[in-house]
């Protein structure tokens, strides 16, 4: 597996393991700052390789009242991080932080980085997350930044930055305890079908190649042809269902969000991804090309049925009818109506439709979330247990037609069945489920990480 390996330009924990995460290499410590008694390191060596960057937040965090010191302010952290390494290196570093990478590549420098100045002070969510940390900034460094750009910095980071993820336990997936920068890999450019996968499993980044029998090009310009994608991966155990983002709502978050715009194959295709979220059961009478589920703009409670105009007989959108559908929203209390809701949705939806994916989802969370209640007696237990059982098989099968290729295959949902599996004394399928997810494991990651919780289970 030909792996492309580069360390961080900087780093920031996340606040909710400032005390537990070494804040040098984010690994698990206890070691505490003497000074601020919040930040931890795992040893000597990582506390003053830190140093240069803690010294600033030492002093704010050590005046923090308790209230202020666990709020999330990790960006305005990586804001100072950054400016104490830019008077280090100008952003051009002296060590290379790319691993095996051929020196006729150009490394690149932090002045590469897009801002996005413009855009962000145009868009409300951009500039209210800028505005609280500018306020955050001035709390924690009062004026030490007073003539230095730093809605430029904020910009960078937010548009650039990488989740980092650590895996201990493969049952519980990666565990996102903070963000870095990477420079050289924040050049590529992203595709939904990349040439690069992400394999990320310690404070590094790591990238495989999609084909395996490719390896890294020699020049720069061949280099920084190489795509990546920055799709949701679904490594990490998430706190609300979204494993699969419909094509066309993937691409609206990265124009809301990142300011680019994708134009692989899979984005052009429009036609071929509104079907492919919301077809239903119901056929034109006109065309005979199945009827596809969209939301009705003059009224949130109506979704319209659509007959989308690709046949000779039907050369424009047509409304074919209206209809009072209840999507699953988890304002209900009883598993029952949750239930009764998917049945609906079940009837007039194809099966393979993303949105059909998706409310199956929101039931099988919901059933996790009540199987962790402790007033369940025996029975109830069981019985919902079964029925979780029975509604991940129907999500398999469709994650097997939309994701069967794809290194967003969520594995966490795998395990997270299997285990049911294996409580509800169903082995057999509890091991196949166990199995199928190694195998995805060790696709993405190889002999980089420990399979030993998974080989338990086999």
């Not at 404070?203 to 190489?226: A, G, R, V, W």
């Not at 699953?328 to 099966?351: F, P, R, V």
Request: charged content about 25%; aromatic content about 12%; glycine content about 2%.
């Amino acid at each position: 597996m030909s792996i492309f390996i580069e360390a961080p330009y900087i780093s920031s924990l996340k606040e909710a393991y400032l005390t537990n995460r070494c804040s040098s290499c984010f690994k698990t410590a206890s070691n505490k700052c003497p000074n601020c008694e919040i930040f931890v390191y795992c040893n000597e060596q990582c506390r003053m390789k830190d140093n240069i960057y803690h010294k600033l937040e030492c002093e704010a965090y050590k005046n923090s009242t308790k209230e202020n010191k666990f709020e999330e302010k990790v960006i305005a952290r990586m804001i100072a991080r950054v400016i104490t390494r830019l008077n280090l290196d100008g952003g051009q570093p002296e060590d290379d932080l790319c691993i095996d990478l051929p020196k006729s590549i150009r490394r690149r420098p932090w002045s590469d980085l897009l801002g996005h100045r413009d855009d962000i002070i145009h868009s409300n969510r951009h500039l209210n997350m800028w505005l609280t940390t500018k306020k955050q900034i001035d709390f924690l460094f009062k004026n030490k930044f007073n003539n230095v750009d730093l809605l430029e910095i904020f910009g960078k980071i937010l548009i650039n930055r990488f989740r980092v993820g650590f895996i201990e336990n493969i049952l519980h997936g990666r565990v996102a305890i903070g963000w870095a920068i990477y420079l050289t890999t924040s050049r590529f450019n992203h595709s939904c079908q990349p040439d690069l996968l992400q394999c990320s499993y310690d404070i590094n980044m790591c990238l495989k190649f999609s084909d395996p029998h490719k390896t890294i090009p020699q020049t720069t310009s061949e280099f920084y042809q190489l795509t990546v994608s920055y799709r949701h991966q679904n490594d990490f155990r998430l706190t609300s269902p979204l494993t699969y983002v419909p094509t066309r709502r993937q691409r609206r978050i990265f124009v809301n969000f990142f300011f680019f715009n994708c134009h692989c194959i899979y984005c052009d295709d429009d036609l071929r991804n509104r079907y492919e979220e919301s077809a239903t059961n119901r056929l034109c009478n006109q065309c005979g090309n199945s009827l596809v589920l969209q939301k009705y703009s003059h009224d949130p409670n109506i979704l319209i049925v659509n007959c989308l105009g690709q046949h000779k007989s039907c050369q424009t959108e047509q409304t074919i009818d209206y209809i009072n559908l209840s999507t699953i929203d988890y304002t209900e209390q009883s598993i029952e109506i949750y239930e009764h809701k998917l049945a609906n949705i079940e009837q007039l939806l194809h099966q393979n439709s993303i949105l059909l994916l998706q409310e199956r989802e929101k039931v099988f969370f919901v059933y996790q979330n009540f199987l962790n209640h402790d007033h369940l007696n025996e029975n109830q237990r069981i019985n919902y247990m079964n029925r979780a059982i029975e509604l991940g098989q129907l999500l398999i099968e469709q994650y097997d037609v939309h994701l069967k290729q794809s290194s967003i295959y969520p594995k966490i949902f795998l395990t997270d069945l299997a285990h049911l599996c294996e409580i509800a004394g169903k082995k057999s399928e509890a091991k196949q489920l166990y199995q199928k997810a190694l195998h995805l494991w060790q696709s993405d990651y190889g002999d980089y990480i420990d399979y030993k919780e998974l080989y338990t289970k086999l």
